[in-house]
Each structure stands twice: as C-alpha cells, then as structure tokens.
C-alpha cells in the first residue's frame, strides 16, 4: 500500500527546513511515524464491519438459545488496523489510498444484541436461566460502560431499543440494539454491555475492544 505525504507538508518541510529545522521536525513527525509503521513486513490485525462481543450459550425451561452481541459504527472498524510496535499500539485507517491514525472511537456507535435458537445439545451451555426464554428476554435492562484498565466508568449516552420482526432475519428469536456515545473515548479502551433481568440480576456480560 502506499503512502504519500500531502503536498502542502512536503513544501512546508522544505521552505522551513532552511530557516528553522527544529519546527520542521515537529511539522512531519505524525506522517513519518506513519510511514514507519507502513513500512513494517508484518500486518497488524483487521475487523470485519462488525467487532465481536462474545456470545452466550443460555438454557432454559422452555428452550435453548445463543445469545451473542456486536459492535458496529458504519464503515470504521472494516477499515481499522491494529499494530503492535516499540512504542505501543498503533490504529490506523485505511480508506481507499489514503490511510492516516486514528486514536478514538467514533462520535457513536451501536451496539447489536441478538437472540437465536441452539439447536445443539452437544455444545456445553454457559449458564441455566429459571423460567421460560420469553419472559426473560421481554424485560432485560441493559447498563453500558467504558472500562480503563481495571476503572470502568458509565458512557455518557445511551438508548435502547426492542428490533422489529421486519428488521431482523427470520430465525431471530429476539433482537435489541444500543445506540451509544463514543465521541473522545480512546480506542484502547474495552466497551462492557451488561445485562440484567428485572431484579437487577446480571444475566450475562459483553465486552469488545479493536
């Protein structure tokens, strides 16, 4: 893939150069930090469109089924790259020719939380829920969360809503989605959905990072 320097950086770097090189210096520095790590023979790790969050296999009265969450925000992380290099991790995007880094999330993003039948007996279930599938899932409560390490802290915004039958395909059993602000929050930060019933009893947990 290659990488060109705009031009305007280029002529910058050189009318500067012969009057002040340490302001030069600091004029290029991000496009030659990127240019190194483009340079690298090893790629670093790609995303579909949708960043996984785990899944759950769940059993109850009534039936079994596979409870599992994504994250999505439009094109992002189908075009994010993840390195590892000397000086930490590094994310970049590429869209088209162009490629540049990228240090937080999106001003938003959604996330996705699906319920499908579990067909299999022979996979080992994760947890036994009391009661029958519907009137669980008809009445989660659902609590989001940045987590720093090991501090975690509330996002600052989020919505819910129940996904209609027209939206979702045909072996759905239930479908929900989460409408969340990310705007300023660092990449190497991990998004935690939590899940509770109606007492406020954690259900299950998801949680998802590039």
Not at 72 to 85: H, P
Request: aromatic fraction near 10%; hydrophobic fraction near 40%; charged fraction near 20%.
């Amino acid at each position: 893939m290659e990488f060109h320097l705009p031009l305007r950086t280029l002529e910058t770097k050189r009318s500067m150069a012969s009057k002040n090189a340490p302001r030069c210096r600091f004029g290029v520095v991000a496009p030659l930090l990127i240019s190194m790590a483009l340079s690298l023979p090893t790629m670093g790790r790609h995303y579909g469109r949708v960043l996984l969050m785990g899944k759950w296999n769940l059993i109850f009265d009534d039936q079994r089924i596979i409870f599992n969450a994504g994250m999505i925000a439009g094109d992002f992380f189908d075009q994010l790259e993840r390195r590892e290099t000397e000086n930490g991790l590094l994310f970049l995007i590429h869209s088209g020719r162009r490629t540049r880094p990228v240090t937080n999330y999106p001003e938003s993003l959604v996330v996705k939380v699906f319920a499908n039948p579990w067909d299999s007996r022979d996979t080992p279930f994760d947890k036994r829920c009391a009661g029958t599938a519907a009137a669980l899932m008809g009445s989660l409560q659902f609590q989001a969360e940045w987590k720093t390490g090991l501090k975690t802290r509330p996002v600052s915004k989020m919505t819910m809503r129940h996904l209609e039958r027209n939206e979702i395909s045909p072996t759905t059993l239930w479908a929900y989605e989460l409408k969340i602000s990310s705007e300023g929050v660092p990449l190497t930060d991990h998004l935690i959905v939590n899940v509770y019933d109606p007492n406020s009893n954690l259900v299950v947990r998801f949680s998802g990072a590039p």
